[in-house]
C-alpha cells in the first residue's frame, strides 16, 4: 500500500464506527476530524466528498459482518449446521452489535431510505446478498437430503433476513437482548419443524 492509500483506509477504518453509531447524515466533517485526528485537508485529499467517506465507511462496515458470519459458519459441516451457526452468531454476537450502533445494514437501509439515496443501490445490494446466503445454504440442504423438497429457500430466505433485523431494532430501542433471542429461538424452530426432514 502506498502512503496515500494507508492514510484513505485509515479513515474509512477511524469512521466507519462513527457512521454506524451516530448515523451517516449526523456525521459531521468535525466528527470525522475528531475521530480520526487529521485535518479536513486530509481527509478531502483523499475523498471527493463526504458522501464518498460514507459510501466507503458503509462498505466497510458491511464486509466486517459479512467476515464475521462467515467465520462463524466455517465450521459448520452441513447446511442445517450453516444454518445453527447463523443463528448462534447473532445469539453470540448481540452485545458487540449493540455497542456498535447496531446492524451496518439496517441503519444505512434506514437512512437511505430517506436522507441518504446515494446510497440505496449499495444497501440494496448487501440485503440481495444476505438473502441469497440464506437461500444457497437453503438449497444446499435439499439438495444433499437434509432439508424438504417442497420448501422455498427465497421464501424462507427473505423472512429469515427480516426475521433478524427486526429483532436487532427491537433488542436495540429497549436495550434488552430478550426481543432478538426470541426472534432466534422462533428461527430455529422453524429450521428444526419446517424445514428439516
Given at each position: 500500500m502506498s502512503k496515500a492509500e494507508k492514510t484513505r483506509q485509515y479513515i474509512i477504518e477511524k469512521t466507519a464506527p462513527l457512521?454506524?453509531?451516530?448515523?451517516?447524515?449526523a456525521t459531521s466533517l468535525h466528527d470525522?476530524?475528531?475521530t480520526t485526528g487529521?485535518?479536513?485537508?486530509s481527509?478531502?485529499?483523499n475523498f471527493r466528498d463526504k458522501e464518498e467517506v460514507a459510501l466507503e465507511a458503509y462498505g466497510y462496515n458491511s464486509r466486517r459482518l459479512v467476515q464475521q458470519v462467515a467465520e462463524a459458519l466455517a465450521h459448520a459441516d452441513s447446511a442445517y449446521g450453516r444454518l445453527v451457526a447463523f443463528i448462534g452468531f447473532y445469539r453470540a454476537?448481540?452485545?458487540a452489535i449493540a455497542e456498535s450502533g447496531g446492524c451496518p445494514l439496517m441503519n444505512a437501509a434506514v437512512e437511505s431510505d430517506d436522507l441518504?439515496?446515494?446510497m440505496?443501490?449499495?444497501?440494496?445490494?448487501?440485503?440481495?446478498?444476505?438473502?441469497?446466503?440464506?437461500?444457497?445454504?437453503l438449497e444446499e440442504g435439499i439438495a444433499n437430503g437434509e432439508f424438504k423438497n417442497d420448501i422455498s429457500p427465497e421464501k424462507y430466505?427473505?423472512?429469515f433476513v427480516a426475521m433478524l433485523e427486526g429483532g436487532i431494532l427491537l433488542s436495540k430501542v429497549a436495550g434488552d437482548s430478550s426481543d432478538l433471542f426470541t426472534v432466534l429461538d422462533r428461527m430455529k424452530d422453524v429450521v428444526d419443524r419446517e424445514i428439516r426432514k
Open positions: 457512521f454506524n453509531r451516530k448515523g451517516y447524515s470525522m476530524v475528531e487529521l485535518t479536513k485537508g481527509i478531502y485529499g454476537s448481540w452485545q441518504l439515496p446515494f440505496q443501490p449499495h444497501v440494496g445490494r448487501s440485503f440481495l446478498l444476505w438473502k441469497r446466503k440464506f437461500a444457497e445454504i430466505a427473505v423472512t
